[in-house]
């Protein structure tokens, strides 16, 4: 209890650099691989702080970490920092009014989770350094977790390899240990290439691109009545050959979102996808390109790890709201319907209650069914890693996930109070472990038993290139 309290002591000490850094972030909503603005921003807080700075990890621009601490076992604290397009946003404000037609916005809350990890291992170094611990610290700002799927190339990467633990965060409306369950995904386009003619006077010598893609995608939809429950696919047509219709399309592009509970069932159904791609160009007299741009591994847990930071979360309480944070919170809920946060609830395994409009509970390890669940590139880190992460309340109970109502509370103080309150948690758990090599064992050895028999293969091919360009959409 004593270094817990320590170590939250050295996170408030610093906290209102961290929620500077926070909102800065927050003004410059940057998407996938693009957040050159955001990440420098943290790379002179890590300058500022005095860790030693590694920049380009993998290949990426945006990507950087920083170490402090010296021999002993390395605990990485995991950062993001990407945004989301089209939820530009002002703040504080419980309306739809956005700073910019079409602007990107923080929806998903990462200029917290970024600024949150980074004051979690600045806390931890000042720790180690004051009472001359062996031990080191990594912050590793990641980019384009938002489809991008960057901590997947970094594993690739061999990033991670020295790690002994890794540990996250993300904002939610509950504060908690999350349950570790996610969709594996792979990202996908398939280009079809065809023959033009006009649609009139010679159509019989045309060969329409765009039919395949149509018939590609009747075909997946007929597929979903025939592929787990779990499972979820999604599309976009990026490219309809063209905008007039007396023209046979020679080319289009319809891009894949795959999602599968495992490894293993995304490897079934990609290659399901695949072969309907494959009837479909032959329907046509049409070929098909298939271009792998992303994929997320599912999540694997590790038992020691998630009691370690329930403990933790248990002696902290949940983050101390004030009235003022609830009668705003209040007001965002009047923009959503009992629906919305009734799914809050049900998510985290509570029992729906009306007129609780901040997180004050710590829900329980395992909690919810996982029945509606996303995908993230820290899975792929935890199946190279023992990984733990936690869920930080920030926001209102009901706000919806990639919503402007979630951009307009991202620089409140109940925003920072989470923030802060999720730094703590990850902060004692770091110095815990480093404190005793035992705790650390025993996550090694439940990740031995959970993955054995179980090879990583990783859903980025290795000829697979960061898509430095993609779009962000998860």
Same mark, same amino acid.
């Given at each position: 209890?004593?270094?817990? !309290?320590?170590?939250?002591?050295?996170?408030?000490?610093?906290?209102?650099?961290?929620?500077?850094?926070?909102?800065?972030?927050?003004?410059?909503?940057?998407?996938?691989?693009?957040?050159?603005?955001?990440?420098?921003?943290?790379?002179?807080?890590?300058?500022?702080?005095?860790?030693?700075?590694?920049?380009?990890?993998?290949?990426?621009?945006?990507?950087?970490?920083?170490?402090?601490?010296?021999?002993? #076992?390395?605990?990485?604290?995991?950062?993001?920092?990407?945004?989301?397009?089209?939820?530009?946003?002002?703040?504080?404000?419980?309306?739809?009014?956005?700073?910019?037609?079409?602007?990107?916005?923080?929806?998903?809350?990462?200029?917290?989770?970024?600024?949150?990890?980074?004051?979690?291992?600045?806390?931890?170094?000042?720790?180690?350094?004051?009472?001359?611990?062996?031990?080191?610290?990594?912050?590793?700002?990641?980019?384009?977790?938002?489809?991008?799927? !960057?901590?997947?190339?970094?594993?690739?990467?061999?990033?991670?390899?020295?790690?002994?633990?890794?540990? *996250?965060?993300?904002?939610?409306?509950?504060?908690?240990?999350?349950? #570790?369950?996610?969709?594996?995904?792979?990202?996908?386009?398939?280009?079809?290439?065809?023959?033009?003619?006009?649609?009139?006077?010679?159509?019989?010598?045309?060969?329409?691109?765009?039919?395949?893609?149509?018939?590609?995608?009747?075909?997946?939809?007929?597929?979903?009545?025939?592929?787990?429950?779990?499972?979820?696919?999604?599309?976009?047509?990026?490219?309809?050959?063209?905008?007039?219709?007396?023209?046979?399309? /020679?080319?289009?592009?319809?891009?894949?979102?795959?999602?599968?509970?495992?490894?293993?069932?995304?490897?079934?159904?990609?290659?399901?996808?695949?072969?309907?791609?494959?009837?479909?160009?032959?329907?046509?007299?049409? *070929?098909?390109?298939?271009?792998?741009?992303?994929?997320?591994?599912?999540?694997?847990?590790?038992?020691?790890?998630?009691?370690?930071?329930?403990?933790?979360?248990?002696?902290?309480?949940?983050? /101390?709201?004030?009235?003022?944070?609830?009668?705003?919170?209040?007001?965002?809920?009047?923009?959503?319907? $009992?629906?919305?946060? @009734?799914?809050?609830?049900?998510?985290?395994?509570? @029992? #729906?209650?009306?007129?609780?409009?901040?997180?004050?509970?710590?829900?329980?390890?395992?909690?919810?069914?996982?029945?509606?669940?996303?995908?993230?590139?820290?899975?792929?880190? *935890? $199946?190279?890693?023992?990984?733990?992460?936690?869920?930080?309340?920030?926001? /209102?109970?009901?706000?919806?996930?990639?919503?402007?109502?979630?951009? !307009?509370?991202?620089?409140?103080?109940?925003?920072? @109070?989470?923030?802060?309150?999720?730094?703590?948690?990850?902060?004692?758990?770091? =110095?815990?472990?480093?404190?005793?090599? !035992?705790?650390?064992?025993?996550? @090694?050895?439940?990740?031995?038993?959970?993955?054995?028999?179980?090879?990583?293969?990783?859903?980025?091919?290795?000829?697979?290139?960061? #898509? =430095?360009?993609?779009?962000?959409?998860?």
């Amino acid at each position: 209890m004593k270094n817990s !309290a320590e170590i939250w002591d050295l996170v408030e000490a610093k906290r209102e650099q961290f929620f500077e850094l926070s909102d800065r972030v927050w003004d410059t909503p940057e998407l996938n691989y693009q957040e050159k603005r955001s990440m420098a921003e943290h790379r002179s807080m890590l300058e500022r702080e005095g860790f030693r700075i590694t920049e380009g990890l993998a290949g990426l621009p945006t990507a950087i970490m920083g170490e402090a601490g010296d021999e002993g #076992p390395v605990i990485a604290i995991l950062g993001e920092y990407d945004a989301l397009p089209g939820l530009s946003q002002e703040a504080g404000v419980a309306e739809h009014r956005p700073v910019e037609d079409g602007g990107n916005g923080h929806g998903c809350g990462h200029n917290l989770l970024g600024a949150g990890s980074l004051m979690a291992a600045t806390a931890v170094k000042d720790f180690l350094a004051a009472h001359g611990i062996k031990g080191r610290v990594r912050y590793y700002g990641c980019p384009a977790e938002e489809g991008g799927s !960057a901590k997947g190339f970094m594993v690739r990467d061999g990033v991670f390899d020295d790690v002994d633990v890794a540990i *996250s965060w993300h904002p939610a409306p509950f504060a908690g240990v999350n349950n #570790p369950i996610s969709l594996a995904c792979n990202e996908l386009s398939f280009h079809f290439t065809g023959r033009s003619a006009h649609a009139a006077a010679s159509p019989h010598l045309g060969r329409s691109a765009l039919d395949a893609v149509e018939l590609m995608n009747v075909g997946v939809n007929y597929m979903r009545e025939h592929m787990p429950s779990t499972a979820r696919v999604h599309y976009a047509v990026t490219d309809t050959g063209g905008s007039a219709p007396n023209v046979v399309q /020679a080319k289009a592009t319809v891009r894949y979102l795959i999602r599968a509970r495992d490894l293993t069932d995304l490897h079934a159904l990609l290659a399901r996808v695949r072969k309907i791609a494959d009837g479909a160009a032959l329907m046509t007299e049409t *070929s098909v390109e298939v271009k792998v741009l992303s994929g997320d591994a599912n999540l694997v847990g590790n038992t020691p790890l998630e009691s370690l930071m329930h403990g933790n979360l248990e002696r902290l309480g949940p983050p /101390a709201f004030d009235e003022k944070d609830r009668a705003f919170a209040e007001e965002i809920q009047k923009t959503l319907r $009992w629906d919305d946060i @009734k799914a809050s609830f049900d998510r985290f395994g509570l @029992k #729906p209650r009306k007129d609780v409009p901040l997180c004050d509970v710590i829900f329980p390890p395992e909690s919810g069914d996982g029945t509606l669940v996303g995908s993230t590139d820290v899975g792929s880190v *935890s $199946w190279v890693v023992p990984t733990v992460q936690m869920r930080g309340a920030t926001y /209102a109970v009901g706000t919806p996930g990639h919503s402007w109502q979630l951009v !307009a509370q991202g620089k409140l103080p109940a925003a920072h @109070k989470g923030m802060e309150h999720a730094a703590k948690v990850m902060a004692a758990t770091a =110095l815990d472990l480093i404190a005793d090599p !035992a705790l650390i064992e025993a996550a @090694k050895a439940d990740f031995r038993d959970r993955l054995a028999g179980s090879p990583f293969v990783n859903p980025i091919p290795d000829d697979v290139e960061p #898509p =430095l360009d993609i779009s962000a959409h998860s």
